[in-house]
């Protein structure tokens, strides 16, 4: 998705409108993580205000503080933004310290950025599943012409690797475990 395109491909029709919400939320945020990483800020401060009527919404920022509410129209509703805001940190799109959680009144989360999961969802990181693929037609490219590797073994190798590139562009979330299980050094 070009991260300027913020619908979701859903333009017409609007097919989508909660993703996009989500969509937006997360591309407001990572906006404001750049704004507090450009000032000397590692984190950036959020103010999530529960309380009931008006009184309702999502802050980011601590000395200039952005209302979600006024930057998203779609989320124009104080109880909605924070509603979103919640449904993105319960699937944790968003890295951060978010204290113990429940239904307070008020609560001020610190982010520190968006996760892999939330980066995908903006464009701002490719989708793992399309990485793996093309790592493997890299290292395909790559063993074809090493003219040092005997052809039977090269057949053999890009036999191997052709299979995985295929499961790689055909299983959804194949990519994601490959790089979960790097992380975890195993």
Not at 14 to 20: A, D, F, K, R, S
Not at 36 to 51: H, I, K, N
Request: glycine residues 12%; contains cysteine; aromatic residues 6%.
């Amino acid at each position: 998705m070009e991260p300027t395109d913020m619908s979701g491909g859903m333009e017409r029709g609007n097919t989508y409108p909660e993703w996009t919400k989500s969509q937006l939320l997360l591309l407001l945020i990572w906006k404001q993580l750049q704004k507090a990483f450009d000032s000397g800020e590692s984190e950036l401060r959020v103010a999530v205000r529960r309380a009931g009527g008006e009184g309702a919404g999502v802050q980011l920022g601590y000395t200039s503080p952005v209302s979600v509410s006024d930057e998203i129209p779609e989320l124009e509703r104080g109880g909605e933004a924070v509603a979103v805001f919640e449904r993105l940190r319960k699937e944790k799109y968003l890295l951060g310290e978010f204290g113990r959680g429940g239904p307070y009144t008020y609560e001020t989360p610190v982010l520190y950025g968006l996760s892999t999961k939330g980066m995908v969802e903006i464009g701002k990181c490719p989708d793992p599943d399309k990485r793996l693929a093309a790592a493997f037609a890299t290292a395909y490219r790559a063993i074809e012409q090493e003219p040092d590797i005997p052809d039977p073994e090269k057949k053999e190798i890009l036999g191997t690797l052709e299979k995985m590139s295929s499961r790689a562009n055909n299983v959804h979330g194949l990519g994601e475990a490959v790089l979960q299980g790097l992380s975890q050094g195993t």
